[in-house]
C-alpha cells in the first residue's frame, strides 16, 4: 500500500505519514514503489498503527482493496482472480464453502475446476469463426483448447487444439482445424464429411489430413501454398501467392489420411459456392469469418466473400480465431490471490458478490482516471433506453462493460462483446455475468480488423468507440464487404465503427453510437453520410451538453442507426440539442431533463415517422434538406432558436427582477466598518476540534445507492444549487444536513458554506470537506466566517504541486464563548446574503444584456 493508503486507514494527511516515517525509527521500510512513492506492507502497517494507537481495525472493504492494490501480478488480474470467484460465490456458494475449508494449497488446487463448471455455462465462448472457446456452441468446439474443447456443438473439432488430441462431441465428423501429425479420429462425430462447405476436389487447409477445404472454390489453389494446394475463399484458377513448390499446403501433416471421410464423400451441408455471388452487403469478416461454418446459426446472413474486380483472391486471407476473454485461471496463478478472494468472500457475505465487485472495480476505476476512458452510467442508461428491448446485444468496443450493463434484462438474452484490452474484456465478462442471468459472450481482439462475432446479427448494438484514431485498419480494410455505405477515409474511424454496428444489426435493428461533434461535419466523410442519409440507416443525431462523457469539455453526439428492412426509408431524419441542460459545475449536466427530452421526442419520432417542431430542441428534418454540399448534420445548425426566452415581455420582466434585487443589495450593503485594535484571541484548530468531538469531519466522493443531486466544489464556489452527479457505488454517500458548514479543498479560494433548508440532503461530491459542529458549542455561521480568512487559508495551504490544496484540519478559530459565537455569526450570514444578492443581480445583468443582443438582432425587439 502506498503512503495515501496509510493516511485513508489512520484518517490523517499525507503530511503525516511521511511525519512518522522519519520521527519514528520503528516505521515499516518499503517493499517495493520507487523512491518518491514507495508501498509498504499492509500487515505491517496495521500492525505498527495499532501500536501507537492509531488504529483500532483496518475496515474490511479496506483490507481487501489495499490486498488487491498490492497484488503482486498487478490489481487488474487480481480483479480477474476475484471477480471469477466472486461469479462462483454467487452461482455456487457451497462449492466454495467446501474449497475454502482449507489451506491455501487446497484452495489453489481446487477451484479451477469448480470456475470452469461455473464460467462455461455464464460466459459461453466466443461465437463465430470456427470457435466456441469455453463452452462454445455451434461451430468448432473450443480456441485454443489444450484438449480440443470442452462441450462444443456443431461443426467441427477443437481449433489450434494440441497435438495428438481429438476434438470431443464434434458433430457431423468434421476433422479438427490445425491439429498436428498423428491426431487420432474425432470423438462422437458423425459421418464422415471432408469439410464444411467446401466446393468439390478440394484439400483442406492447415490440418493434419487431406480432408477438403473450407469456403473454397472448385479447384483453386492456396494461399502460400504448394502449386497441388487448394486455397482458402480463393477464386477458381487463381495462382496462388509465394508458391513453394515443395510444399503440398499450407502446414499439412504429410501423408495423414482424412478422418472420418473417404475419398469420394460428398460434401455435408454444403451451401452452393459463395464466391461466385455478386458482392452483396455481407456482415461477416473478410477471410474466413463466416456464418457458413455453421448453417443452422441463428441471425445470419449469407456469407459473400466476392473478389473485388482486379484483386487476386489471395489478398483475402483468413484472420486468426477470436481469443475468449476469460479462461479459468490455473491452480498456480490463484496461489497468491489466496489471502484476498477469501477477503472477497468475507466482503462478499456482508454486502453480495455482485456489490463487492462493483465496489473493487470502481476503486481501480477511480484510483486510476487516466487509464481509463469511462462512460457514465447516465449515458450508458439512455443510449440503452434508445435502443430499446433487445434479446441479442453487441458492444464491440466494450471497455469495462458499462453500456450492456444498463440493457434491460430479458428472458434468454445474450450479450456479445469485444475490446482489444484482454484485462478490459475479462472484466466486463465477469461484471455482467455477475450482473444478470444473460448469457455473455466476450473476445479479446481489436474489433475492425479481427470481428469475434462475425455471423452475429444482433437485435441492438451499443457503442462507445475511440475517436480519432488513425491506425484503424484503413489499408488492410479497403475491401471489407462492411463498407456497405462507402470505404471510410483513414480520418473517419468513427464513420468505420457506424458501418460495424449497422452491419452486425439484423434487419429493423437500432444501433447507437456515441461520437465526436465532428464526425456530423467533416467533408471527408459527406459521401457516406449522404448514403446513411438516403438509405434510411441514420435515424437520429442528438447534441448532447459539455460535460457529459469524456472528454469532457466537447459536447458529444449520439448516432441512432437502424438497420433497413423492405420497407421504404423514411424521409426524415430526427436532430435534438440538448445544450441548454448543460450544468454549471464540473459534476455534469442535468441528465433528468436531458433524458425525458431525448426520449420523448425520439419516441414520438419513431411512432409518427416525423416530429412537430420543439424550438432550440428538436425538429425532424426531411432528407432532402441535408444532402447539400456539406452534409452537416450538427443539430445546432438546422434548429430553429429557442422560442425567444428573452423577448421583450420575458426582457421586461427580466429588467424588474434586476430592478429589485439591485435595492435589495443596496439595502444589504454593509455599513462603515468600526475601526478596532486588532485582536489577541486564544487560537484553536479544526483538527484540535474534530478530536474533542465539538464537530465531526467527513470528506466526500461517493455516490451510493441514492440518485440524489450532487454538491459540488463549484457549486460551493459560485453559491448555486446542487448541479453535480456521481456513479452509482456501494459506499454510502455523505448527505449534508441544514447547519452542516462545507469546504472546498481546491483552487486555493478562501471559501466556506452553510448547508441551508434547500441545499440540505444533497450528496457531499469530490474535494469538499463536510464539518458539523456541535450546535451547543460552535455555531455554524461562526466557523464558516472565520474559515473564509484569507491569512487563514494561505496558511493551512499546500503550495507543493500545480494545484494549492487545503488541509482543513489545520485552519485556525478563535476559542469565543458561544454567546460572542453567534454575534459574530449574525455578522457573517448578513455578508452572506449580500453576496448572494450580488451573485443574483450579476446573473439578471447578463441575461438581459444577451437578450437584448439578441432580440435586436432577430427583430424581436425594436431599436427605439
Known sequence: MTAAGIARLAGVGRAAVSNWRRRHADFPKPVGGTETSPSFALAEVEAWLRKQGKLAEVPLRERVWQQLAGHPEGPLTALVHTGCVLLLIHERPTVWLDASAGSDARLAAMLPGALEKVLTPRVGGVRGRG?????????????GAGAGGVAGGGAGGGVNAAYGRPAVSGAFGQAGVNNGPSNPPAVNTGSASPGVNSGPETSSVNSGSVASSVNSGAASPGVKSGSVAPGVNSSPAVPGVDPDPTAPG??????????????????????????????????????????????????????????????????????????????????????????????????????????????????????????????????????????????????????????????????????????????????????????????????????????????????????????NERNWGHDELAYDPRWEY???????????????????????????????????????????????????????????????????????????????????????????????????????????????????????????????????????????????????????????????????????????????????????????????????????TVGELARGGALVMRTGGNGGHARVPVLTDHDVLTGTAPSGTLPESEEEAVLTEPGDVVVPVLGGGAMARVIDGATGGAALGRNLVLLRPDRTALDPWFLAGFLRGTANNRQASSYASTATRLDVRRLHLPRLPLEEQLRYGARFRALDEFERALRHASRLGEQLVRGMYDGLTDGTVAPD
Open 250 to 467: 499450407v502446414n499439412p501433416a504429410p501423408t495423414v489420411p482424412a478422418v472420418n471421410s473417404s475419398p469420394t464423400a460428398s460434401t455435408v451441408n454444403t451451401p452452393p459456392a459463395v464466391h461466385n455471388d455478386p458482392a452483396v452487403h455481407n456482415p461477416a469478416s473478410v477471410g474466413g469469418d463466416s456464418a457458413a461454418h455453421n448453417a443452422s446459426t441463428v441471425h445470419s446472413r449469407p456469407t459473400v466473400h466476392s473478389t473485388p474486380p482486379g484483386t487476386s483472391a489471395t489478398a483475402i486471407t483468413a484472420g486468426s480465431p477470436p481469443t475468449p476473454a476469460l479462461t479459468p485461471p490455473t491452480g498456480p496463478q490463484l496461489l497468491p490471490s489466496a489471502p484476498l478472494l477469501r477477503g472477497a468472500a468475507e466482503l462478499a457475505a456482508e454486502i453480495g458478490a455482485r456489490q463487492t465487485f462493483e465496489f473493487l472495480l470502481g476503486r481501480h476505476l477511480d484510483a486510476n482516471p487516466r487509464q481509463y476512458t469511462l462512460t457514465p452510467a447516465e449515458l450508458a442508461g439512455l443510449m440503452a433506453d434508445l435502443a430499446g428491448p433487445a434479446r441479442t446485444v453487441l458492444d464491440p468496443a466494450c471497455g469495462t462493460g458499462a453500456l450492456l450493463r444498463a440493457v434491460d434484462p430479458r428472458p434468454g438474452q445474450e450479450l456479445y462483446a469485444q475490446d482489444n484490452a484482454p484485462e478490459l474484456a475479462a472484466l466486463s465478462a465477469l461484471r455482467l455475468a455477475l450482473h444478470s442471468r444473460a448469457t455473455v459472450r466476450a473476445a479479446v481482439g481489436d474489433t475492425l480488423r479481427a470481428d469475434a462475432h462475425p455471423g452475429l446479427l444482433a437485435d441492438a448494438v451499443l457503442c462507445h468507440p475511440p475517436f
Open 131 to 143: 470457435g466456441g472457446g469455453v463452452g462454445g456452441a455451434r461451430a468448432g468446439v473450443g480456441v
Open 486 to 684: 462507402g470505404f471510410p477515409a483513414r480520418t473517419e474511424s468513427e464513420l468505420a465503427w457506424v458501418q460495424h454496428a449497422l452491419a452486425r444489426l439484423t434487419d429493423g435493428g437500432t444501433a447507437v453510437l456515441l461520437m465526436p461533434p465532428a464526425a456530423a461535419s467533416r467533408r471527408s466523410g459527406r459521401r457516406i453520410r449522404a448514403d446513411l442519409l438516403r438509405r434510411g440507416a441514420l435515424r437520429a443525431v442528438v447534441a448532447l451538453p459539455v460535460g457529459a462523457a469524456p472528454p469532457y469539455n466537447i459536447p458529444l453526439h449520439l448516432w441512432v442507426l437502424r438497420r433497413p428492412d423492405r420497407t421504404p426509408a423514411a424521409p426524415e431524419v430526427l436532430l435534438v440539442d440538448t445544450g441548454r441542460f448543460a450544468g454549471e459545475a464540473r459534476g455534469g449536466p442535468d441528465w433528468e431533463a436531458v433524458r425525458e427530452a431525448v426520449l420523448d421526442a425520439w419516441r414520438a419520432f419513431a411512432r409518427e415517422g416525423r416530429l412537430a417542431e420543439r424550438p432550440g430542441l428538436a425538429r425532424s428534418v426531411p432528407v432532402i434538406e441535408l444532402l447539400d454540399d456539406d452534409v452537416d448534420l450538427a443539430p445546432a445548425r438546422h434548429l430553429p432558436p429557442a422560442a425567444v426566452a428573452d423577448g421583450a415581455e420575458q426582457l421586461t420582466q427580466v429588467r424588474e427582477r434586476l430592478g429589485e434585487t439591485l435595492r435589495l443589495t443596496a439595502d444589504l450593503t454593509p455599513p462603515p466598518a468600526d475601526p478596532a485594535p486588532p485582536a489577541r484571541w486564544p487560537l484553536t
